[in-house]
Antibody, heavy 119, light 113 residues
Framework: QVQLQESGPGLLKPSETLSLTCTVSGGSISSDYWSWIRQPPGKGPEWIGYLHYSGNTRYNPSLKSRVTVSFDRSNNQFSLRLNSVTAADTAVYYC?????????????WGQGTLVTVSS | DIVMTQSPDSLAVSLGERATINCKSSQSILYSSNNNNYLAWYQQKPGQPPYLLIYWASTRESGVPDRFSGSGSGTNFTLTISSLQVEDVAVYYCQQYHSAPHTFGQGTKLQIK
């Protein structure tokens, strides 16, 4: 069973860059599609995008201009960067693995990390 | 974007009774080429990430109890819990993955009556 763990700063100021890492254990990051999702407090999840080690990526158009993703194969990690954050980016951020054979449904999730944007 | 609308927003059901949650998409999420509906259902308990219950609208994920079932096609979908258990208290979300962005419903909070 693959396990995922998000890590990164929990508090940012407006205009700063959010940078999160997802560490994968029990599987190789080059084998599957992965996804980032966020969930503002008390609200439903919002899909940020999916990514594959091959470079195949797709982002939510509402965030596309501010999002960058990358892979670190040596550490079996992938990362999310979101620049120019505002209070509206305050959310729990999750990384997840796309379910094999399940379309783009998300079968394994990290526990999530809360990112708060406040001056 | 495809808008996913769930009903009701909250639901209280007695233990052992049936719970039904509806999800409607603003456009069809059925691909005629493979006859698959691109819809998933998730369960989320407080302080936990969402947990995949159903994909392709009606396929149960491995390990999910068979009291959970999904149905529907096109734009109208249903998640049914045949006999509610205490551990089923949670918020349930539908998600379409037919077209990016892969949007979620607003959630349905399920409680015990």
């Amino acid at each position: 069973q693959v396990q995922l763990q998000e890590s990164g700063p929990g508090l940012l100021k407006p205009s700063e860059t959010l940078s999160l890492t997802c560490t994968v254990s029990g599987g190789s990051i080059s084998s599957d599609y992965w996804s980032w999702i966020r969930q503002p407090p008390g609200k439903g999840p919002e899909w940020i995008g999916y990514l594959h080690y091959s470079g195949n990526t797709r982002y939510n158009p509402s965030l596309k201009s501010r999002v960058t993703v990358s892979f670190d194969r040596s550490n079996n990690q992938f990362s999310l960067r979101l620049n120019s954050v505002t209070a509206a980016d305050t959310a729990v951020y999750y990384c997840a693995r796309v379910l094999r054979g399940g379309g783009w449904s998300l079968g394994d999730w990290g526990q999530g990390t809360l990112v708060t944007v406040s001056s | 974007d495809i808008v996913m609308t769930q009903s009701p927003d909250s639901l209280a059901v007695s233990l052992g009774e049936r719970a039904t949650i509806n999800c409607k998409s603003s456009q069809s999420i059925l691909y005629s080429s493979n006859n698959n509906n691109y819809l998933a259902w998730y369960q989320q308990k407080p302080g936990q990430p969402p947990y995949l219950l159903i994909y392709w609208a009606s396929t149960r994920e491995s390990g999910v109890p068979d009291r959970f079932s999904g149905s529907g096609s096109g734009t109208n979908f249903t998640l049914t819990i045949s006999s509610l258990q205490v551990e089923d208290v949670a918020v349930y979300y539908c998600q379409q993955y037919h077209s990016a962005p892969h949007t979620f419903g607003q959630g349905t909070k399920l409680q015990i009556k």
